[in-house]
């Protein structure tokens, strides 16, 4: 069973930065389709960030020009880049490996954003 460990998450004030990784128990290559995503108090999980094949990245609307996804395949390792935090960025973060025969996902690591 591959694991996805979510870590980097906390409390942060608006304006503020954080950095999520997200560490893999495989490895990992330009083939494999890797996100964030993020679930609101109250809402459903959607999706923030994806890079699929070959590198290529797709980014939320809300959060376009705040966050930069990326990855080390030698590591195994995801991260999210945020800054210019706002309230409606405080939700539980989830990172996501997903092929055409599995679905793997992390617990979450939670970020709250304070006024």
């Known amino acids: 069973q591959v694991q996805l460990v979510e870590s980097g998450g906390g409390l942060v004030q608006v304006g503020g930065s954080l950095r999520l990784s997200c560490a893999i128990s495989?490895?990992?290559?330009?083939?494999?389709?890797l996100g964030w995503y993020r679930r609101a108090p109250g809402e459903q999980r959607k999706s923030v960030a994806s890079?699929?094949?070959?590198?290529?990245?797709n980014y939320g609307d809300s959060v376009k020009g705040r966050v930069t996804i990326s990855r080390d395949n030698a590591k195994s390792q995801l991260y999210l880049e945020m800054s210019n935090l706002k309230p409606d960025d405080t939700a539980v973060y989830y990172c996501?490996?997903?092929?055409?025969?599995?679905?793997?996902w992390g617990q979450g690591t939670q970020v709250t954003v304070s006024s």
């Open positions: 996501r490996n997903v092929g055409v025969t599995f679905d793997y």
């Open positions: 495989k490895t990992i290559t330009n083939i494999n389709h």
């Open positions: 890079m699929g094949v070959g590198g290529n990245t």
